[in-house]
């Protein structure tokens, strides 16, 4: 993830653009008027919704990102304009076409669901025009992208013969174009890098019913043929991803929750287009999307997703390694302050953990159960030898994150040089503080800064001061 987390890939996105408009609020009633529920509005939100919801997501995946697109003459024109220049999107490529309506399609939200939507906005395609002058703008510049995805939502930007030229122009550049299609008729999409249809797309697509490996196979086959592609690729939903290279793979994906399958068409297409941008091979950046898209069903909305929560979500399933659950002070920083915006009950505890026995295992599988994430706070060698004496401790620091990371109670290990975690605990403000039972009637360190204190009692004759004795009279 290191890798992921230090690039900077240059990446265009083409398409059609909209605001997603969020009216949140609370039903109780029916209305005296209508058999329809009365919704009391809370708050209202807007966000980047279509192709700009796969702009959203680069740009939180740390993507350098420009657009091109066709907008209205309109004030949803220059809100959509003002919404993509408050994250740093390069949008000298946006035509504004008069009589447009530029795309604004607003949900209504009670209780966690979707009450009703109504949209405003223009369907047909673009102008001759419009298309001459996305052409001129992008020849100049089209090879220094990393990479080209075309976002169709359907809405008319993505003409035919827009779709072809832009494609002929990347590949005389090897620029890879990927593309998230719409409709039927994927010709429009010859030549392209890949495509991720969904399932239902690609069997209207290939006329191939789509019911074991055998005709997966075969619909994969038939869109890498007809549409010239590199990749043949299919997403399968809660089954995960389905490529074609030089012979079927299937990467299995896992969600734990899932909320609103809203926008995670377009969190694939990013987080693919950013993999592939970065130089992961196809099974890297097959799994890495699968990832990304198990972190945003999880959320309600057209939502984003950042390499920090991918890294926290792959930890959650204990499908990484151990390093990856070996945290600074700045990783645990941020990586805390996405589980508070997805309602996340944080614990945390500390110590040396110097031979990891039973009763710590006990120890920090009951301190999990508090709450959703586990931190544990680990003293360095020098902390330990002051604590404890110069003899100890016997596993250095290294060893023992290490070990402690692997278990499945803990989700992540954040070692420190001082005496107490005092200043740990400052920055993370626990929901959960817990301590050994030994602490009763103590002050514990760091309280002030925790929403509660848990005492959990040790192991009786588990520790390991004890088994260094039993090895010592062994010898």
């Not at 793979?249 to 987080?271: M, R």
Request: charged fraction near 25%.
């Amino acid at each position: 993830m290191q890798k992921l987390k230090d690039a900077t890939p240059n990446i265009l996105v083409i398409g059609d653009l909209m605001i997603d408009h969020y009216l949140w609020g609370s039903c109780e009633r029916i209305s005296p008027e209508a058999p329809v529920q009365v919704v009391d509005i809370a708050k209202e939100t807007t966000v980047l919704g279509g192709a700009g919801n796969v702009i959203n997501n680069l740009h939180t995946l740390g993507a350098k990102v420009s657009v091109c697109s066709v907008i209205g003459d309109d004030e949803e024109g220059k809100e959509l304009l003002d919404m993509l220049d408050a994250i740093n999107v390069n949008c000298k490529n946006i035509i504004v076409q008069r009589q447009r309506k530029t795309s604004k399609k607003s949900r209504v939200i009670a209780v966690s669901q979707q009450i009703i939507r109504y949209d405003k906005e223009s369907k047909e395609d673009i102008t001759e025009e419009s298309v001459s002058k996305i052409i001129a703008s992008l020849a100049p510049y089209i090879a220094s992208y990393d990479t080209v995805i075309l976002s169709d939502y359907g809405k008319g930007v993505l003409r035919a013969d827009l779709s072809q030229a832009i494609i002929k122009l990347s590949n005389e550049h090897n620029v890879k174009v990927l593309v998230d299609p719409k409709g039927s008729d994927f010709s429009k999409y010859k030549g392209a890098y890949l495509l991720t249809p969904n399932k239902k797309e690609a069997i209207l697509a290939t006329q191939i019913e789509i019911k074991d490996d055998a005709s997966l196979k075969a619909a994969l086959l038939k869109l890498k043929s007809e549409c010239d592609l590199d990749i043949s690729l299919i997403t399968l939903s809660e089954d995960g991803i389905a490529t074609y290279d030089k012979e079927l793979e299937i990467f299995p994906t896992v969600a734990k929750e899932v909320f609103d399958v809203t926008g995670a068409g377009d969190t694939v297409i990013a987080s693919i287009a950013f993999a592939l941008s970065t130089g992961l091979n196809l099974q890297e950046t097959a799994s890495f999307s699968n990832l990304a898209a198990g972190v945003v069903v999880g959320k309600i909305g057209s939502a984003t997703v950042s390499i920090d929560e991918i890294e926290a979500y792959e930890a959650s399933l204990h499908k990484s390694t151990s390093d990856a659950h070996i945290k600074s002070f700045s990783d645990i920083e941020n990586i805390v302050s996405d589980c508070r915006e997805n309602g996340k009950r944080v614990v945390f505890t500390n110590g040396c953990f110097d031979i990891l026995h039973v009763g710590h295992v006990k120890y920090l599988q009951i301190a999990k159960s508090f709450g959703d994430i586990l931190i544990v706070g680990l003293n360095s060698d020098a902390s330990v030898s002051r604590l404890k004496g110069p003899t100890r401790p016997v596993n250095i620091a290294e060893d023992r994150a290490y070990l402690l990371a692997a278990l499945e109670a803990v989700d992540f290990v954040v070692p420190f040089e001082e005496d107490t975690p005092y200043e740990l605990i400052k920055m993370i403000a626990p929901d959960v503080l817990v301590k050994g039972g030994d602490y009763e009637g103590k002050e514990v360190i760091g309280t002030e800064f925790a929403g509660e204190l848990k005492l959990v009692d040790f192991v009786d004759g588990k520790s390991t001061t004890k088994t260094i004795e039993k090895i010592q009279c062994s010898c």
